[in-house]
């Protein structure tokens, strides 16, 4: 059956699909160098304004120039006063980067922690990021498609597809990028028409059993018309053992499509409609057992009873489990884009509406075996499929931003922006019949912002930038406890009527900085900027009418930079290195409180202060025509200064510092390693291209070395919570066919050594009996593949 579907859906991309990560890169025109104009006919000055980054033409043997807008203009990546990573089309399919968890491994400071689905994975740079359960908290980094913020984190792990450019942008971003950018930016610019007609037709197959194709078809329909459309299906088995089902879980299924047209209705004035729409499923993501204590126990059931067969480790890839998982993301995106040369400036109207739909269910209690109603009761009544949770969401947002952007070419250039986004999002939730609760709740957000840059040249080699930003946010929330059972969590009489919250806030934020060019090749440069991230509820589990009178206040911040961007030897070399410190208040951190009943709820908290400081490191070289050399490092020093009043990690004892505070108990973070931040990470690759001379393609091989430090996945502390550092090796081998056609063909190598590691670590039932349980991402296990490609 699978056969027959990769079949059909083979057929029917041959003539619209595109491969992702762009592998049409080389039949897609080049972008230009920062002062000239767009060189595709689609595409006039000022379109790609939208933080994007593109390769310029350069010398053969020499690294390539490439062209970003981290100021929302059109600059040198290193004339750039920020700390940015750059990784263009043909670089995200050299170094296999295909989803969001995969940018880690070639951006410094990045980190992403999966959890058991999508809404609780977290996007941290410099060891700032947000981990939350609440429908009402923003992320700390901003996910931005197509100069289009995602209303929420989860929306980003749907997969990459049809890729021209990915950048990452380390540190506050708020004076350009808002309210949601307060640790940074990762910017994702999907591929646009060509200026000929071009297409291709991509596969990969691997030996844990994934079958994926992909297409595009792309060019001019008429004069001042262009199109793109590009498709995929990707079907991948699990590969974590359910022993009572015998099934394969972790696997997903999606398919998903993108539709552009490029209009130049007159000579200066340019529209681009996109529309976008994905549909992944997964079964899972599920924890395996990493160690369980003798008599350890959930809800009242041995452990022992669902670890027959299993042998608890670090790389333990078997589970059982009554209730199988199953995840549902649905996100469909729509944007237009109209562009108006006005000469010495450009009026940039962009306009985007997404809708996303998501759904899951999971094993409340990682068993598979039967558990009891009532867990300190051994006469209560036995729940032969154990406990489950489920819930569903739904997001929506309208957004529009008018830019008015000068050329590039003044004593004084500026940027002027209105900003507006009206955001709504609803969850349904309920688990049970342990700990039964089910509420249904909704979380809404209305955004008033004006902005603005000004860049002044002082003199040909000194240069000042300065930005401010209002921004206004009005927020609410509802929240409705319609739980029923016989075992319902302690707090459950909060909000049987319907509670309602609702709160606004205004924030100011700027940046300036200073870049010197020290030479042609050379430049250095120092900023400080503020950043901000809006306050918001505390929707989950334990909502109350006290949750909806106090939200979770503003997290702010206070961040200093300095850089030397640098080419040399003929510019075969660049090196760029950035030091930063920032100072963080009213973090915004996802906690748990234990109930008297000894049920655990989760709680939303602002640590008081946070600082991460560090220094970071890319090297790009092209020692010889043939050999390139890609690598970043950083250090990262991320501490919590002030969080006294923090809640305990599961089964923190007063002896471990969980001491009672009133009716409740609380542990002092202060001093105390932030969580999700390596102190040390690095990654080195290599690509090295053989020549044939009297073949039609040429060859290639690849390798990758990515290694980080110890690391704490869990913010309270737990001692089991923290993963000790591993290193992964990832390589490639294959022929390249651009000299004589179009196509290409990788046999690639993915965890070279089978390193296992996790992403997630945490305790299983109860405090004193305890196991731990984690998360073990598919790339954890060695797996082999090939990737092909053809094009015309």
């Not at 291709?200 to 994926?212: E, F, H, K, P």
């Not at 830019?403 to 349904?428: H, Q």
Request: net charge neutral; proline share 5%.
């Amino acid at each position: 059956m699978r056969i027959k579907h990769i079949l059909l859906a083979s057929a029917a991309l041959v003539g619209f699909a595109s491969p992702a990560l762009g592998q049409a890169g080389a039949v897609s025109p080049t972008a230009p160098a920062p002062s000239a104009p767009v060189a595709s006919p689609f595409a006039p000055p000022g379109q790609q304004q939208g933080f994007s980054a593109s390769e310029a033409p350069q010398e053969e043997g020499t690294l390539e120039d490439i062209v970003v807008t981290a100021q929302k203009r059109e600059q040198s990546l290193q004339r750039v006063p920020v700390a940015v990573t750059a990784i263009t089309a043909d670089q995200l399919e050299t170094r296999g980067v295909a989803a969001i968890t995969d940018v880690a491994r070639v951006s410094p400071s990045l980190t992403i922690t999966e959890n058991t689905n999508a809404t609780g994975n977290s996007i941290n740079l410099r060891g700032i990021g947000t981990f939350s359960f609440s429908i009402g908290i923003e992320p700390s980094v901003a996910i931005v498609v197509d100069d289009v913020a995602l209303l929420q984190q989860a929306q980003a792990f749907s997969g990459l597809n049809d890729i021209a450019r990915l950048e990452v942008l380390r540190g506050p971003q708020g004076t350009l990028f808002g309210k949601n950018a307060s640790a940074g930016v990762i910017n994702i610019v999907t591929q646009g028409p060509t200026s000929t007609l071009t297409g291709s037709v991509g596969a990969v197959a691997t030996t844990d059993q994934q079958y994926r194709v992909e297409g595009m078809i792309s060019g001019p329909v008429a004069q001042g018309i262009g199109f793109r459309l590009n498709a995929f299906y990707d079907d991948r088995d699990g590969y974590i053992k359910n022993l009572n089902t015998g099934h394969d879980l972790n696997g997903e299924r999606s398919y998903g499509a993108r539709a552009r047209i490029d209009l130049d209705p007159v000579s200066n004035l340019n529209i681009a409609l996109t529309g976008s729409y994905t549909n992944t499923k997964t079964d899972g993501q599920v924890r395996t057992f990493r160690s369980v204590n003798p008599g350890a126990s959930v809800f009242g059931a041995p452990i022992a009873a669902s670890i027959v067969g299993i042998t608890p480790s670090d790389s333990n890839y078997r589970i059982r489990l009554d209730t199988e998982p199953e995840n549902h993301s649905k996100q469909a995106m729509f944007t237009g884009r109209a562009t108006l040369d006005l000469g010495g400036a450009n009026l940039i109207s962009i306009t985007a509406y997404q809708d996303w739909r998501f759904r899951f269910i999971e094993d409340l209690d990682t068993l598979g075996s039967p558990t009891l109603l009532v867990p300190t009761n051994p006469a209560s009544p036995v729940l032969p499929n154990g406990s489950a949770a489920r819930a569903s969401f739904h997001a929506k947002n309208f957004t529009q931003e008018l830019r008015l952007v000068s050329s590039g070419r003044r004593k004084l250039d500026y940027l002027l922006a209105l900003f507006y986004a009206n955001g709504d999002t609803s969850r349904n939730y309920s688990r049970g019949p342990n700990a039964a609760t089910a509420w249904v709740a909704s979380a809404t957000t209305e955004t008033f912002a004006a902005f603005g840059q000004l860049t002044y040249n002082i003199t040909d080699t000194t240069h000042i930038d300065g930005g401010l930003r209002f921004n206004r946010e009005t927020i609410g929330a509802t929240f409705q406890n319609v739980t029923a059972g016989a075992a319902p969590v302690a707090n459950n009489a909060s909000c049987l009527t319907l509670c309602r919250g609702k709160d606004s806030d205004n924030a100011v934020t700027y940046k300036v900085s200073l870049r010197q060019d020290l030479s042609d090749t050379i430049m250095a440069y120092a900023s400080y900027s503020t950043g901000y991230k809006g306050q918001g509820f505390d929707i989950s589990t334990g909502f109350s009418p006290t949750r909806a009178a106090n939200p979770v206040r503003p997290e702010t911040s206070n961040a200093y930079e300095v850089g030397v961007k640098s080419r040399f030897l003929d510019n075969k070399v660049q090196l760029n290195v950035t030091g930063f410190w920032t100072d963080f208040k009213d973090f915004q951190a996802q906690g748990a409180v234990t109930l008297p009943d000894g049920t655990v709820n989760p709680q939303l908290s602002n640590v008081g202060k946070l600082r991460s400081r560090g220094v970071e490191a890319e090297l790009s070289a092209k020692p010889t025509r043939l050999l390139r050399i890609d690598a970043s490092a950083a250090y990262t020093d991320a501490k919590i200064r002030e969080f006294p009043n923090a809640p305990c990690y599961g089964g923190q004892t007063a002896a471990q510092g969980c001491l009672p505070v009133g009716t409740t108990t609380f542990q002092n973070l202060s001093g105390a390693q932030l969580a999700n931040a390596p102190k040390f990470k690095y990654n080195i690759a290599g690509t090295y291209d053989v020549e044939f001379p009297s073949a039609p393609f040429d060859g290639f091989i690849t390798a990758e070395f990515a290694h980080q430090s110890q690391t704490k996945l869990d913010l309270l502390g737990s001692p089991i919570s923290y993963q000790n550092a591993y290193g992964v090796v990832n390589g490639s081998i294959g022929i390249d066919g651009r000299k004589d056609g179009n196509f290409r063909v990788a046999f690639f190598v993915n965890n070279l050594f089978d390193q296992a590691y996790a992403t997630s670590l945490g305790y299983t039932g109860s405090s004193n009996s305890q196991a731990v349980a984690q998360l073990l991402p598919r790339n954890s296990r060695r797996y082999f593949g090939v990737r092909t490609r053809i094009g015309f």
